[in-house]
């Protein structure tokens, strides 16, 4: 049966389903796409939900409606090498006031959650739902076909937010047919059952207070980092690897998560916890030069499918990026609606909200930051350099002291060689 | 956690009808073979002796990996599992 709505969405994540809310709001006739039997199936992250401003605005009691685990207050960053690390952990007292900087979260709830609210505004979401086929009519998109299923769901518009290999942007023309495993990472999570005061003991929270902690130098060379996030009651630990250098590592996600979670230090934070699911996904961390054309004829591309992923080293935002992103494609669209034109120029104010947007001005501003990271010194030499002054300035074993900058320079000309760290200090700075 | 007991504490409604089929003669002339390593669930095995590319799509995290590390275009068909098919996060 063929059915007919003023717009579909292509996958109801964090881009799809705030893309269906907003247009629901403003009473379009929506249908939100979804493959897995529910929202929020099918998807996993290993980080932090930040700020949503956009959302915020629909909901302002945001973090009294939405499923959330703990808000984070403490964020560190551990250097490791071997059996020594060295911690930098940040603390503040505005983290545990509302509106808080971020959080941990469920995807299978949360996901779920958001795209309920799109159809308590009016969509129509489809579950078990997976898009097959890209509907063009002389080179404009006009719905799409579902697998299994006969006839087709049509509107003028679809916006991509299926995720970030997606087929349906492909199979409209707008992203390229390969992808550089230069340009993606691939995270695998392990979540580990501990209880609720146990995690508050052990990292020094009280109530609903979280602790995010990302780690460099525990991926036996291969450049990633992991992680540690608490949830109410469990943890998330992971790591996340450049593709390109795990491919030619010859190691593997699974040995190397292992591997972590035996290092001593971690080890001691994950103790006595109890595996309850493994996870893996891609990560789209190409920065601004990854990002495909936004929009065509009758179509537009949001969330990890149009590459809105923004990875720093310090932070790794993409679901605040995928709602925002979802949300102004969903503007274009009513602004579409009104003026009746679902041409190329008539959605190209997608790619105006865009621009004008915190999104596209923070992925230009960091455009250099992935070729940054691409540096395999990050990830073993500078963590060891790190840790071994860090070990020398609190030796005290009754030799003679060196002073602090002939210890800098002694590790940094043993680790890295100083033009080395000149050069990756001038890439850093440019980058960050 | 041991990578071979995924079903013990990762959830899947296994599709006989595979999502993902492989020509595994390309992969004999392959020498790079890195889906064998970059897969987060284990799904690529490669026999040395017979020189054979084994692919399992039951324990499939749906990641995509393979999908971008293959440089062999050895996939005849790669999507995601038909609709309610396929990996179940229930709390990730």
Request: charged share 25%.
């Amino acid at each position: 049966m063929t059915r007919s709505f003023q717009a579909i969405v292509v996958g109801a994540g964090p881009a799809g389903s705030s893309a269906a809310l907003s247009m629901a709001r403003a009473g379009l006739d929506v249908a939100l796409v979804e493959r897995g039997s529910f929202p929020g199936e099918k998807n996993m992250f290993g980080g932090v939900l930040h700020r949503l401003p956009e959302l915020e605005k629909i909901f302002p009691d945001f973090w009294e409606r939405a499923p959330l685990e703990r808000h984070i207050i403490k964020k560190g960053v551990t250097f490791m090498t071997g059996d020594s690390s060295f911690n930098t952990t940040i603390e503040a007292g505005s983290f545990d006031k509302p509106p808080y900087n971020g959080y941990t979260i469920f995807r299978p709830r949360f996901d779920a959650w958001l795209a309920d609210e799109a159809v308590k505004a009016g969509a129509t979401l489809i579950t078990r739902s997976s898009v097959e086929d890209v509907l063009q009519d002389n080179g404009r998109v006009t719905g799409v076909t579902i697998q299994g299923r006969k006839g087709a769901l049509k509107a003028p518009v679809v916006i991509a937010a299926d995720g970030v290999l997606s087929f349906t942007a492909l199979k409209a023309g707008l992203r390229r047919p390969t992808f550089d495993a230069g340009q993606m990472a691939v995270g695998v999570k392990a979540l580990i059952d501990l209880p609720s005061d146990l995690i508050n003991e052990r990292f020094g929270l009280v109530r609903e207070q979280g602790f995010a902690n990302e780690f460099v130098g525990c991926t036996s060379g291969v450049r990633g980092g992991g992680f540690l996030y608490t949830n109410y009651d469990s943890l998330s630990v992971g790591l996340v690897f450049h593709l390109g250098s795990l491919k030619s590592s010859g190691k593997t996600p699974y040995d190397l998560l292992n591997e972590f979670m035996e290092q001593p230090q971690v080890a001691k934070m994950v103790r006595g916890g109890k595996l309850r699911e493994y996870s893996a996904h891609l990560i789209p961390e190409g920065g601004y030069d990854m990002i495909p054309e936004l929009f065509g004829n009758g179509i537009l591309v949001a969330g990890d499918a149009a590459a809105l992923c923004n990875a720093t080293g310090l932070n790794l935002e993409g679901i605040n990026l995928a709602s925002h992103s979802g949300i102004l494609a969903g503007q274009a669209v009513i602004a579409a609606h009104k003026a009746q034109d679902f041409s190329r120029k008539g959605l190209s104010s997608y790619k105006k909200l865009m621009d004008e947007s915190y999104v596209m001005k923070d992925l230009k501003l960091y455009r250099r930051a992935p070729k940054m990271l691409h540096n395999n010194r990050i990830y073993n030499e500078y963590p060891e350099m790190v840790c071994s002054v860090m070990e020398s300035l609190y030796r005290i074993d009754g030799g003679a002291k060196e002073n602090l900058s002939k210890l800098f320079i002694k590790a940094a000309r043993e680790k890295v060689g100083i033009k080395n760290l000149a050069a990756d200090g001038l890439s850093a700075w440019r980058a960050l | 956690m041991n990578i071979d007991e995924i079903f013990d504490f990762t959830s899947f409604t296994i599709d006989r009808e595979p999502h993902i089929v492989l020509d595994t003669e390309v992969c004999v002339g392959c020498d790079s073979r890195g889906c064998t390593n970059s897969c987060p669930a284990r799904c690529y095995t490669w026999n040395e002796e017979e020189k054979k590319m084994t692919f399992v799509h039951d324990g499939c995290l749906e990641c995509g990996t393979c999908y971008v590390v293959c440089d062999r275009k050895a996939f005849t068909r790669w999507r995601y599992p038909r609709g309610g098919f396929g990996v179940a996060y229930r709390m990730t």
